[in-house]
């Protein structure tokens, strides 16, 4: 590892918890051998109950993971250089998307929005933290395109698929990697999850379980092959981080 990349490999250590120690190792070693060239590594990452809801039936965020879990997180976000979330996320929460509750660099904040609706208010906009980067749709108007970044964002055109309209991720992945980002972190929302998991662009899963019982929004808006099959993991790994389990493991992409 890189003297940068042994700095940003210490960041968890300070958990008492051995095997979070193990998680930031992991992350180090799976991303220095990513075998993919051209794109980040992809870490998805968010908190669930045990249901696997993470926001409420409105889109409403929902305390759901512990204080420690939390510093968790924001430790995670010091480990990649980049956290990309869906415009709907910061219509419903307007987050900041920056580390805080550990010392570590703030990655970079990607947001994906086709039609540039991030409020030209929102705290993204307002933060000291350097320049978001909104993925928009490539025929956006330029009018709309100046006025973001007037706002304070960079705007990264990208083409979208012609299926269904939506972003390219594949394509949005390249021109992240092209700006120096190698390793990303994905955490919501729903829809931008599912879209990260059917395109089988993810490389590693953390997710934070809850024991609560939350009747809202579910993590998974389609099955994650297209079909009913479920998807497996591998190399699997579980930690108690004081009420909340945390799992993280690799995507096992064969069809059962």
């Known amino acids: 590892l890189t003297s940068n990349q042994r700095r940003k490999g210490a960041i968890l250590n300070t958990s008492r918890n051995a095997s979070l120690e193990d998680l930031s190792r992991e992350l180090n070693r799976a991303a220095e051998n990513f075998p993919t060239p051209g794109r980040p590594f992809v870490t998805v990452s968010y908190a669930q109950s045990i249901v696997g809801s993470i926001a409420s039936r409105r889109r409403r965020p929902l305390p759901i993971s512990g204080p420690a879990a939390m510093r968790m997180t924001h430790g995670l976000r010091a480990l990649h250089d980049g956290i990309l979330v869906g415009i709907e996320t ?16 703030h990655p970079q904040p990607v947001v994906l929005d086709t039609h540039l609706r991030t409020p030209l208010e929102a705290r993204l906009l307002k933060g000291r933290n350097g320049r978001p980067w909104l993925v928009g749709a490539a025929d956006n108007p330029q009018d709309k395109v100046k006025a973001m970044t007037a706002a304070g964002a960079d705007v990264l055109p990208c083409r979208r698929e012609e299926n269904n309209g939506r972003l390219d991720l594949t394509q949005t992945l390249r021109l992240l990697h092209k700006r120096g980002i190698r390793r990303l972190m994905v955490e919501g929302g729903a829809r931008v999850i599912t879209s990260f998991i059917r395109a089988q662009l993810v490389d590693l899963f953390i997710i934070t379980i809850a024991p609560k019982l939350v009747g809202g929004l579910q993590v998974m808006t389609a099955p994650p092959n297209g079909s009913e099959a479920p998807m497996a993991l591998t190399e699997i790994h579980y930690d108690r981080l004081e009420d909340d389990l945390v799992l993280w493991a690799r995507p096992d992409w064969r069809v059962p």
Not at 90 to 105: H, I, K, N
């Open 90 to 105: 910061v219509l419903a929460d307007d987050p900041r998307l920056s580390v805080r509750l550990v010392e570590g660099a």
